[in-house]
């Protein structure tokens, strides 16, 4: 569905307006409660929706079919601190895409998850790489690499 905008809030609450009419009219489409704590972060890739929270957690939600609302098709735990940024990948991967989390505990993973499951946690699979000495606040994918673009305030060695 075009013209759709999710917004996350401090009350762990998603919200979906769709855009009706010209650019100057949305209505709601859509109000979940998502987390336990502030929602931080979000991307989208396809019809899957990425949430990240204060609550340490990654809510993995589907598109409804008929254009209204998301649904919840799994949580990603494993970040020991709020996470902070997220990116999806732009290719598939075996039926999946890859997801890159930041968060405050210095971790930066990466996620493989399905595009199309029911199951809950034990689908996604990750991988952590480097520890930053500072808090991570942004991550960008691109070209096959991860792109740290003033991730933390610790220093990057040019080696």
Same mark, same amino acid.
């Given at each position: 569905m075009h013209g759709v905008v999710y917004g996350g809030s401090s009350d762990g609450y998603i919200m979906g307006?769709?855009? %009706?009419?010209?650019?100057?009219?949305?209505?709601? +489409? @859509?109000?979940?409660? #998502?987390?336990?704590? #502030?929602? +931080?972060?979000?991307?989208?890739?396809?019809?899957?929706? @990425?949430?990240?929270?204060?609550?340490? /957690?990654?809510?993995?939600w589907r598109r409804g079919i008929d254009g209204v609302g998301v649904y919840r098709v799994g949580v990603i /735990?494993?970040?020991?601190?709020?996470?902070?940024?997220?990116?999806? /990948?732009?290719?598939?991967?075996?039926?999946?895409?890859? +997801?890159?989390?930041?968060?405050?505990?210095?971790? +930066?993973?990466?996620?493989?998850?399905?595009?199309?499951?029911?199951?809950?946690?034990?689908?996604?699979?990750?991988?952590? @790489?480097?520890?930053?000495?500072?808090?991570?606040? @942004?991550?960008?994918?691109?070209?096959?690499? %991860?792109?740290?673009?003033?991730?933390? #305030?610790?220093?990057?060695?040019?080696?």
């Amino acid at each position: 569905m075009h013209g759709v905008v999710y917004g996350g809030s401090s009350d762990g609450y998603i919200m979906g307006w769709v855009r %009706i009419g010209g650019f100057k009219r949305y209505k709601i +489409l @859509c109000e979940v409660k #998502a987390h336990k704590m #502030a929602v +931080l972060c979000m991307c989208l890739k396809g019809e899957v929706l @990425c949430s990240g929270s204060a609550d340490k /957690s990654i809510g993995i939600w589907r598109r409804g079919i008929d254009g209204v609302g998301v649904y919840r098709v799994g949580v990603i /735990s494993g970040h020991e601190g709020p996470v902070k940024c997220l990116q999806a /990948s732009d290719s598939s991967v075996g039926g999946g895409f890859l +997801l890159y989390s930041g968060s405050l505990d210095r971790s +930066l993973r990466v996620w493989w998850v399905p595009m199309y499951t029911d199951k809950k946690e034990d689908t996604f699979s990750t991988i952590q @790489c480097k520890e930053h000495k500072e808090f991570i606040s @942004c991550a960008k994918w691109g070209m096959q690499l %991860i792109l740290e673009q003033n991730c933390s #305030a610790d220093k990057v060695d040019s080696n």
